[in-house]
């Protein structure tokens, strides 16, 4: 039999765990203990579906489920999954580079090199990416009052092809190796010549799948805010989380073709011999450097943007104040928009430019200060007469304001490309690099998971815990990554697996201390979900405004119901929900109910993410009979979809409005609770406004409001 034909270039050697046993070592034992904990990992999830009878419910009403809010829960869940992993591999990085002063250390340079690319890749792809999509997923619909997205099949397949791109990169922990080519996979070194294993594959692959379902997460997110917004609700009323949705969207659709056009000729230049990048041979190895950072700096702003939005909502809220200068803020996000297109080239000032080009290129990305430095004042102009909160969710936007204005300062200076020459390839660069996306992303998706999930789930996260998490969290990335910036105009240079300077020493331990607090903070976030679940009944706030919300999300129950909102709403002025509650007119009854139709479960889009997983790993591992066979299957899938017309069901008016009549009568009645008191189990989720909190009690029912149709 012929085996290669079957198994491609799969041989037992691939597998992790022979390394383990044809050469034991430290680093051998730690890559099979990790692989071991992913079999084990996928073994104990099927033990657990199984014996619990939830694979039925499993596929029913998630996998194959095309609503928005179970597909953007589902996306932030295949972030913390592989955030768990990338922490993990970072403060390996970081014990490997202190235990490597004057010395080999505990990792080989190879596991070493493996660590450092998966580590970007997962953070960048895989965790910042679907964090940052499965919030938008979440919760721009419902601030805008539609029903779900413009394309919901299409946002089902996008989640899919992320999860394929993920569970590949998960496989490679056991079967073969990862690229060391770092996640920017910079030709030559990741050309067949130099990285001839299938680790650049598993690189290539991972990525075009995540990056295609970025793309069609784009045009869906664009379309849908385009089209889909409530009667009233136009462009300068959306809530600014939305506005940053939008500016992302565009990124998106235009910053992800680079990227997947530069996997693209690559994977040629290896599997058939092309010669895009290859110097030498009518290649140019700077078109693949123009096109990855023609992504690669708008991407930057793909991931911030949304998290702009939340500060901004997050400010807002736990000011008790309307946002300062919203104008001046969706300028300033559409400047950044625009100009992260033109400053791609700051990412290779010493790769050979003229100083005319690079110092252009310095001053346009200066210029990106500016409307930045707007958003931060009137971030911190809203605070100014606020009555602050110092909410879980604050105490992480008054650390981001902190933390952001210094990376920012050192992207001030590294604009200049006098300065950058001098430190490029060093530790400043890493150190800047966490300064921004740390706080910038990381931290504002942790602000935004403490701030909807009370929305998500109708309960509210254990704020003791989240407070702990924070404590730690907030000094460990102080102490993680301000050393590197001391280290690198010391001259230590990036992705240096050892060291022969001792005087290195003392900042490497700095930062293993931050990077051990910051593992101690993600134990104590996941802790606090844990305890959370627990004790979702005292923290429960299923009418849906425990933080005495402004935008329509807050006005519908937690969770909400798969149509959202009973009747669409009709909105007049910025901020609806919280004029709805200054004026006495929320929680009122419509005049009428309709059938609403939503759309219908499908395997389509599970089908395709599988068969595109298949599709990738057989491409990797050249097993040419199973990459034709699952490319037919997809195919077949999308055809085969293309015949079905019956996609959608209808809710009954009678069921609509039982539902939304039993929620409505009990926000009407409960009491409410003021801001003092959020923090308590009085806080069901009916907030009082600041400036009525001394009308505590129930609401009369009140005339019903007229419905637009």
């Known amino acids: 039999m012929n085996w290669e034909l079957i198994f491609g270039q799969i041989k037992w050697t691939s597998f992790v765990f022979a390394g383990m046993i044809e050469n034991p070592s430290l680093s051998e034992a730690i890559a099979s203990g990790a692989g071991s904990i992913a079999v084990l990992g996928a073994l104990a999830t099927v033990i657990l579906l199984t014996v619990k009878g939830w694979w039925v419910p499993l596929w029913r009403d998630w996998l194959t489920s095309v609503d928005h809010k179970k597909v953007g829960i589902m996306y932030i869940a295949i972030a913390l999954v592989m955030f768990a992993r990338a922490v993990i591999e970072a403060a ?17 340079a190879d596991h070493f090199g493996q660590l450092f690319s998966t580590h970007g890749t997962i953070m960048i792809f895989f965790v910042a990416m679907p964090f940052i999509t499965g919030l938008m997923n979440y919760v721009m619909p419902l ?86 917004r409530c009667p009233g609700m136009t462009l300068f009323r959306m809530p600014l989380f939305t506005w940053t949705t939008l500016c992302t969207s565009i990124l998106m659709i235009f910053a992800m073709a680079p990227l997947t056009a530069a996997t693209v000729m690559l994977a040629l230049d290896r599997y058939a011999g092309f010669h895009f990048f290859t110097n030498g041979d009518g290649g140019n190895m700077m078109n693949y450097a123009n096109l990855f950072w023609l992504f690669g700096h708008p991407e930057v702003y793909i991931l911030i943007l949304p998290a702009f939005g939340v500060w901004s909502e997050v400010v807002a809220t736990f000011s008790s104040k309307r946002i300062y200068g919203y104008t001046s803020l969706v300028y300033a996000t559409m400047c950044i928009a625009v100009l992260s297109f033109a ?18 290129f310095g001053i346009a990305t200066m210029i990106i200060g500016v409307p930045t430095g707007v958003k931060v004042y009137d971030w911190l102009l809203t ?66 998971v403490q701030f909807w999930f009370p929305k998500v789930f109708g309960f509210r996260l254990h704020e003791g815990l989240g407070r702990a998490s924070f404590w730690c969290f907030a000094p460990g990335f102080l102490l993680a990554f301000f050393p590197l910036y001391w280290l690198g105009m010391m001259g230590a240079t990036r992705r240096t697996y050892m060291w022969s300077e001792p ?30 679940v627990r004790q979702r009944a005292q923290l429960a706030a299923p009418l849906g405004d425990p933080w005495d919300g402004r935008a329509l999300e807050w006005s519908i129950p937690s969770p909400p119901p798969a149509w959202n909102f009973a009747v669409l709403p009709a909105v007049s002025s910025q901020d609806p929900f919280y004029e709805a509650k200054k004026a006495g007119i929320a929680y009122r009854s419509p005049t009428t109910y309709e059938d609403i139709e939503v759309p219908r479960n499908t395997a389509t889009a599970p089908l395709i993410g599988l068969f595109a997983c298949a599709w990738a790993f057989a491409l990797v591992w050249h097993i040419w009979w199973l990459v034709i066979a699952s490319f037919v299957l997809i195919w077949v899938v999308v055809i085969a979809r293309s015949f079905a017309t019956d996609t959608e069901e209808t809710i009954p008016a009678a069921t609509v409005k039982a539902a939304n009549e039993a929620f409505l009568a009990a926000a009407r009645a409960a009491p409410g609770v003021s801001r003092d008191r959020e923090m308590t189990s009085e806080n069901r989720g009916r907030a009082l406004p600041e400036s009525l909190e001394g009308r505590s009690g129930a609401i009369s029912t009140g005339p019903a409001v007229e419905v637009l149709s």
């Open 143 to 228: 601030q805008i009052g539609a029903r779900d997205v413009s394309f919901p099949l299409l946002n089902a397949i996008s989640l899919m092809l992320t999860m394929a791109g993920a569970i590949l990169i998960m496989v490679s922990l056991v079967v073969g190796q990862f690229s060391t080519g770092g996640w920017s996979a910079y030709p030559p070194f990741t050309g067949i010549e130099f990285s001839p294993g299938e680790g650049v594959d598993y690189w290539i692959w991972a990525v075009s799948l995540g990056s295609i379902g970025s793309t069609l997460t784009g045009l869906n997110f664009a379309v849908t805010i385009y089209k889909k």
């Open 92 to 108: 390996l990085m970081r014990a490997q580079q202190l235990a490597a002063t004057e010395g080999a250390g505990f990792l080989s």
């Open 383 to 448: 605070m100014v007469g606020g009555r602050i909160r110092f909410s879980t969710a604050m105490l992480y936007h008054i650390n981001f304001l902190l933390t952001f204005i210094l990376g920012g300062m050192t992207g001030v200076l590294l604009a200049n490309p006098g300065v950058d020459f001098q430190v490029h390839n060093t530790l400043f660069l890493v150190a800047h690099f966490h300064n921004m996306i740390i706080p910038g992303v990381l931290f504002g998706m942790f602000a935004a």
């Open 503 to 532: 005087a290195y020493l003392p900042w490497l331990a700095l930062a293993m201390l931050g990077a051990a607090l910051i593992l101690a903070g993600f134990a104590l976030m996941v802790m606090q979900i844990v305890v959370s």
């Open 343 to 360: 400053v791609w080239l700051h990412h290779f000032f010493t790769m050979g430019q003229s100083a005319n080009v690079n110092a252009i």
